[in-house]
């Protein structure tokens, strides 16, 4: 990969503007990218007894077909932005911006198990086929760079006890890549000598398939965060950030963060400290056909630490606790947050020393 | 211009020109010849058998009665594929236990030779492995006093060295697998008794069945270079360890056999059984019957899959010979009634490759064919045909000179080597035809089957 990028900024009286631009050159070579006949399928009984049927056939032949696969990309950026100090210890901002990606080579040229997702992650290059034999095939659309164009505004304030920063922003991406579950599911690799497990039609050695695919997609939301010195040692801040994220031609994009709100208080002296964190991430309900809705839940951290000094050594005494209501919170941007919720309860105590 | 307004310019250029350009993607695929692969669902380890096995009738070695030459004869086709020349002639002619090699044992020499029939499987735990190479002389060479016996078994092969009196060295077992002669193996398993002996070993797994000859003054043969005692040894470190002892219970004791549950040892008063039981062996004797007419067995002959062990007695000199059935698990002992021709003397005996029959070769050119027939839940062997493998005058035979014979391990396939005519039969039991014929150049002496075995 090859980028030249250009940024410039300039005042005019209240007024800050700035112009960036980058060009790129991505080249991509993969000369032996194999599609082998994947006997994928769903696990619906209609289409078991399907599979079965395959498996009766007592010899059959398999043809991983073979390409020899060159991508050139070239992506352009530019972005204009303008900042306005319309009165002291504030400012207004809009920036406007076109920027290019070009897909990774895990995006287009997957074609295997993921052991960190737990799925079978196919890349753009490939499609759904429909054909009996293979449930893949090349895929007949044209492979093209992810494109947004995007407004930003932002409102700050950036002096006294109370400072904000209010930005909101509207994204509109084409060929916007991302996994969709497939549905299917294919042998995960392992134990494939195994003949009993697979006569049996033992589901365990099998992974979802999720195909890398691009569509044009429109994301906007906020961000607003709210910092209020108290006192001295007391300090409030509260935030909040959203995003809806859905698919130009209807539906909504997977695994999009759900709406989160929060506070942060701070209490802090010479020698003790404390934080309480208290953050709730609304239900997640806007989701993608595959998926199931992801229950709201509220997360409760604090932290208390004391510092002392014994024998002229800094040390801390502190009490440390996350989750602190047990509440079962799963994570609605993970692969795995049917298998794996966050953790639970957990208190620390400990004793720190500088030396 | 000042700097500011040129760099002003320049980006707006810059910009100009990029938004005109637009981003570009460009992708080419080139299909290449697809990779094809033969799929067997149903029956994946047929594949791999396919794959990896050979199908081969074997081969066969063939000593030269007037030399000390060695011919390997590839039974595909019966042509000859190499001659060896052995360090002595006059040696006798076995195979390793799995049947790779040629075992030459020169008793008077003190050594053991082998040769490489070319023709073997490895266990590659995902599949068996076939090789067809063509054959060699070993390197690997066992030295002895006196090497008598050779026997295998599961993978095996026990040498019995006889020892000698006269120079006062023991007898000794040394036992090697087939791939401790490919690799020419440092380490060999040897078991060192403290006196000479004619006795007889067994290897089974991790333990050595092995023939004891007790003190002179003790013991109960009433020849005492003939064991009377049978030790079961276990193997630590090379070494074979005595962990139990049948003092005594088989005097005069000549010939053994075993097959996956018993032990049978030829003694002067009958024969000893053995069977492990609860890791610890067990005895059983089987007193002589009176058909043995006064004689003893001093052979026996075991297949892994029969039941029954025969055992053999016969007047020294190649005199008649009087065949028994032994129910090991009964304790019993009947004799074979195998209609021998008049004057006809017993020179070769075996099971046939599948337990399904037991072959008799004698002096006068017949190859009798047993098989057993259930009655009384008792297996009786019976005579089921005689072929008559020689027509020649057998006047012509040449002094010393006797049949011989070997035995497929992959098929109902018998090779009998006939000195008159210089030429070695290869029979199919099946249909007690002849279906070939390989022509000698030279007398033989003996023949051995070489190749990979039938599974079992």
């Known amino acids: 990969m090859v980028a030249l990028a250009l940024m410039e900024e300039r005042h005019f009286g209240d007024f800050l503007v700035q112009l960036g631009a980058r060009v790129e050159r991505v080249t ?37 077909r073979v390409f020899n696969v060159a991508q050139e990309f070239t992506p352009v950026s530019l972005s204009a932005g303008v900042v306005w100090d319309f009165t002291p210890g504030y400012n207004a901002a809009i920036s406007v911006s076109r920027a290019q990606r070009a897909p990774s080579a895990s995006e287009l040229l997957s074609f295997g198990p993921h052991i960190g997702t737990s799925t079978y992650e196919v890349g753009a290059l490939f499609a759904l086929s429909g054909n009996e034999d293979s449930a893949l095939s090349l895929s007949s659309s044209a492979i093209d760079l992810e494109t947004s164009n995007n407004i930003d505004l932002t409102l700050r304030k950036i002096s006294g006890d109370v400072g904000f920063v209010f930005n909101a922003f509207y994204n509109q991406v084409d060929n916007y890549y991302y996994q969709v579950n497939t549905g299917l599911f294919a042998e995960s690799g392992h134990d494939h000598g195994d003949e009993e497990e697979s006569e049996e039609h033992d589901h365990s050695d099998e992974l979802p398939v999720y195909l890398f695919r691009a569509a044009d997609a429109i994301l906007h939301g906020f961000e607003a965060q709210v910092a209020w010195q108290v006192t001295d040692e007391f300090k409030a801040q509260f935030f909040s950030d959203y995003v809806r994220a859905r698919l130009k031609d209807g539906g909504d994009l997977p695994r999009t963060p759900p709406l989160r709100v929060g506070t942060q208080l701070s209490y802090q002296t010479e020698s003790l400290s404390a934080h309480l964190d208290i953050t709730h991430y609304a239900k997640q309900d806007r989701i993608d056909a595959s998926e199931t809705v992801t229950d709201g839940y509220t997360l409760v951290d604090a932290f208390v630490a004391y510092d002392f000094n014994v024998m002229s050594q800094d040390m801390s005494v502190y009490l440390k606790g996350t989750n602190l209501t047990d509440e079962e919170a799963r994570v609605h941007t993970s692969f795995l947050k049917d298998i794996a919720p966050r953790p639970g309860r957990s208190v620390g105590v400990g004793l720190r020393g500088y030396f | 211009m000042n700097t500011q307004t040129k760099l002003t310019f320049l980006a707006a250029a810059i910009s100009s020109v990029l938004l005109t350009g637009c981003g570009d993607a460009e992708t080419t695929i080139v299909e290449l010849p697809p990779i094809e692969e ?356 057998l006047s012509l035979m040449p002094e010393g000179g006797a049949f011989s014979m070997t035995i497929a391990q992959n098929a109902a396939e018998v090779y009998v080597a006939d000195p008159i005519a210089q030429h070695v039969l290869v029979i199919d039991l099946e249909s007690g035809e002849t279906t070939g014929d390989i022509e000698l150049d030279f007398v033989p002496s003996a023949v051995t089957w070489l190749g990979i075995a039938e599974a079992h």
Not at chain 1, 39 to 60: G, M, P, T, V
Not at chain 2, 76 to 95: E, P, V
Not at chain 2, 261 to 280: I, K, M, N, Q
């Open chain 1, 28 to 64: 991509l070579d993969a000369p032996e990218v194999l599609l082998p006949q994947l006997s994928a399928h769903d696990h619906d009984e209609a289409a078991e007894e399907d599979h079965d049927h395959d498996h009766d056939h007592e010899a059959e032949s398999s043809v991983t």
């Open chain 2, 38 to 393: 033969e799929h067997d669902h149903d029956e994946g380890e047929e594949h791999n058998h396919d794959e990896y096995e050979i199908d081969s009738a074997g081969r066969l070695s063939v000593t030269d009665a007037d030399s000390n030459a060695l011919a390997i004869f590839d039974l595909d086709d019966n042509s000859l594929l190499d001659t060896f020349s052995l360090t002595h002639s006059g040696s006798a002619l076995m195979h390793s236990a799995d049947y790779r090699f040629a075992v030459v044992t020169s008793r008077a020499n003190d050594l053991v030779e082998f040769i490489d029939g070319g023709l073997w499987r490895e266990d590659h735990v995902e599949h068996l492995h076939d090789y067809e190479e063509a054959p060699a002389y070993s390197d690997f060479t066992l030295a002895g006093s006196r090497p008598t016996h050779v026997d295998g078994h599961n993978s095996q092969l026990a040498v019995f060295y006889d020892g000698d009196a006269d120079s006062g060295i023991p007898a000794s077992v040394q036992v090697v697998t087939d791939t401790d002669i490919a690799a020419e193996t440092a380490e060999v398993n040897t078991l060192t008794f403290n006196v000479n002996m004619h006795g007889v070993a067994k290897p089974v797994d991790d333990m050595l069945i092995a023939s004891v000859r007790r003190d002179d003054s003790e013991t109960t043969s009433a020849n005492p270079i003939l064991p009377d005692s049978v030790g079961i040894y276990h193997r630590h470190d090379g070494d074979y360890e005595q962990e139990q002892l049948f003092a005594g219970e088989c005097p005069d004791l000549h010939g053994a056999a075993l097959n996956d549950e018993h032990v049978v040892f030829g003694c002067s008063d009958g024969v000893l059984v053995l069977h492990a039981h609860d890791e610890e062996y067990e005895s059983l004797k089987v007193d002589n019957i009176d058909e043995l007419n006064g004689m003893r067995i001093g052979t026996v002959y075991a297949h892994h899959d029969v039941e029954t062990f025969i055992g053999i007695a016969s007047q020294h000199g190649g005199g008649s010979a009087v065949l028994t059935a032994i129910d090991p698990e009964l304790g019993e002992m009947e004799a074979i009634d195998w209609e021998p021709e008049t004057n006809a003397h017993p020179v070769s005996y075996g099971f046939s490759f599948d337990g399904e029959h037991f072959l008799i070769l004698d002096d006068l050119g017949y190859l009798s064919v047993l098989s057993a027939h259930e009655h009384d839940d008792h297996a009786h062997w019976e005579l089921e045909e005689r072929l008559d493998i020689s027509d020649a005058d």
